[in-house]
């Protein structure tokens, strides 16, 4: 399959998922009582949307398609740019910021990159401010699940990258209860785009599962403080450590939409 037609299957696909998972996030709102909906932002590479509702204190879904040139230094650190620092690229990233402290920030994303060689990466991730051991087994049961249709070793090697990625040196703690996390998946390209798929499908269907049963729930202020915290602990990382804030700011992307994963409010002691 030529590389053109993959980058066009793998665009239209990241677009459809971003009304997928707004139109979920839309009926969440509709459900809690509220007809909060996406406020739709269009730039020249793409159209990011953020929602400010009862259910969702703050959220963002992305949808990118870039071409362009790295610059030279950060190329280094992208495979396939020895030659040439040309690129293409199509993503989608959604990070959802709850406003009860009971639920869980959820946070996705899937890409393809292509430059000399082509590959997927992504994953999915969330960060509780409240321990909750039945929601931690439901979380990662779902996405052990997913996996094991496409590889009974995706969910070990994919969990251990999660907990390896997503982790505050400086703190020497774990930003939440990790997820899958997976980059230059560059294997055999329809069976990665089948599982590229299944990533997305199967967090569209844990956003509800998860919203759902907490999202009703009354919560104290001590609550709400322990959230604001965490919420810090979670800017610290998409500001210091985080790959795709990196990748966006150096890839031409919109500081806007690549910073929409930042929380509505944080604290720090």
Sequence with gaps: MEIKIKQQLAKYWFSILQDIICLEVENLEKEYGSNIKFIKNKWKHGEFRTIKGKVIEKGGVAFSNVIGKFPKEFAKKIPGTKNNTNFWSSGISVVLHPRNPKVPAMHFNTRFISTQKSWFGGGIDITPCLVDNKEKKNFHNEIKKMCNLHNK???????????????????????????????????????????????????????????KK????????????????????????????????????????????????????????
Aim: aromatic share 18%; net charge positive.
């Design 214 to 269: 907490k999202m009703f729930k009354k919560w104290t202020k001590k609550e709400k403080e322990i959230q604001l915290l965490k919420r810090g602990r979670y800017t610290e990382f998409n500001l210091m450590y985080d790959r795709g804030t990196k990748f966006g700011l150096n890839s031409g992307g919109n500081p806007e939409a690549i910073l929409m994963s930042m929380p509505p409010v944080a604290k720090w002691k």
């Design 153 to 211: 070793k995706y969910y070990i090697k994919y969990k251990k990258n999660c907990d390896e990625y997503f982790y505050l040196a400086h703190r020497k703690e774990l930003r939440g209860i990790g997820g899958i996390f997976f980059d230059y998946k560059m294997d055999n390209w329809k069976k990665d785009f089948s599982f590229i798929k299944d990533v997305g499908n199967t967090f569209t269907y844990l956003i509800k599962e998860i919203a």
